[in-house]
C-alpha cells in the first residue's frame, strides 16, 4: 500500500511536472540573462542616432525591435539624482543605495546576493564586458560588494577571488596593476593574481580573438588602462576590440556552459559623450552599443531553444546632460544630415529611462517600475 502510494504520488507529480513545464518555460525560467546597458542614454539619444542612421521615416535601431517597452524610476537611497553605482547596485541586488555605493550599506545592513552571484550560485557561467574600466561602477555592482565605487582594486580583487566571474572584458588595466592602494587598503598585482587564478589574459583584439579560439575557460581582457577609446576618436592602428567584438567574443565562450550564463554588457561611453556635451562622441557610442546588441540578436536568432530561454534586458540606467533635439524645424533631416541639438548641463538628470526587453519573464518590463523592479525579474526568471 505503502509503496503503491508512493508510486501514484509519484506518477502525478511526474504529470503535475509534465502538465505545468512548458508553462512554466513560458513564464519564467530563463537559462540565460543578459542584461546590456547604455550608460546615461534618454530617449532623444535614441532619436538622435536612429535619425542619422536612418532618417526620420527609416528603419528602427536592434534595441528598438525587441518585444517589450516599460521605463524605470532611477532615483538613488539618497538622492532624486542617481549616480551609476546607485543604479546599477538597485538592478544588482534589488533594493537602494546611496550614490557611491557597490551594492553595500554604509550601517551595516546586509545585502543580498547579486543576480550574478545568484547564476553562478546556480553553476551558470558569468560575464563582464564595458567599454569602461572594468572596476567601474556598472559592472563592479553586479560582482563585488564596497562601501564606495573607488574602491577599484578590491572591486577587482572580489572579481578574481570571490566572485570568480569567467569573462572580464574592458579598459581598466591600471586598477590591476597599480602599486598604490585604493580607499578600503587593496593594493598588489592583480594581473598576477589572475594568472594564479586560471584566467588567460589579454589586452587587444588579437590576442581575443586567439583566446576565444582556444576556449580559454577564464578570461581577462584589459585593453586600456582605463576608459577604452570612444569609437569616434578610434584609427585602424587602434588595437582595442569594439564593444560588439567583445560582446561576441563573450557570447562565443559563456554559450558553452551547460548550465546558462549571466552577462553584462555596458555601452559606457554614452554617459562620457553626454558629460562632455560631444555629439559625435555620442552618435559613435550608441550606435556601437546598437551593434552590440544586434549581434546578440544573431546570436539569439541562431538558435530558437537558446532564444527561448534567454531574457535580454536592454536598460539605461539614468540619463546625462539633459540632451534633446530641437531640429531641423522646417525640413526631415536625411540619413547623415546635422541635426540641431542642445544639452542642458554636464551632470545626471533624474529623467525615467527606458527598458526594452525580450524572452521568459519579460513582459513584467513592459510598464512604469522602479529599477529595483528589474532585479525581481531577473531573480524570478532565473527560477
Ligand atoms: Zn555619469
Known sequence: MHTLRKLLLSTTTALVFLTLSPMQSLAGNA???IIMIPDGMGLADVTAARTFKHGPNGAPLSFETLQHIGYQRSHSANSLVTDSAAAASAWACGEKFDNNEIC???????VRPSI????????KATGLVTTDGITEATPAAFAAHAPTRDCRQEIGRQYLETTKVDVLLGGGRSAFTTETSDQG??????????????YTVVSDRDELSKAVAGGARKLLGLFQSR?????CHRTPENREPSLPEMTAAALALLGKDRDGFFLLVEGALVDKANHRNNYPMQLGEVLAFDEAVAVVKNWLKADRKRKESTLLIVVADHETGGFVVTGPTASLPGPGAPLKTAWIGKGHTAVDTMIWSEGPGSEKLSRAMDNTTVYKVMADALR
Do not use: V
Open 31 to 33: 537559462r540565460n540573462i
Open 104 to 110: 553595500y550599506h554604509g550601517d551595516g545592513r546586509p
Open 116 to 123: 550574478l552571484e545568484l547564476a553562478r550560485k546556480m553553476g
Open 185 to 198: 587598503g587593496t593594493k598588489g598585482n592583480l594581473l598576477i593574481t589572475a594568472r594564479q587564478k586560471g
Open 227 to 231: 576608459g577604452m577609446t570612444p569609437e
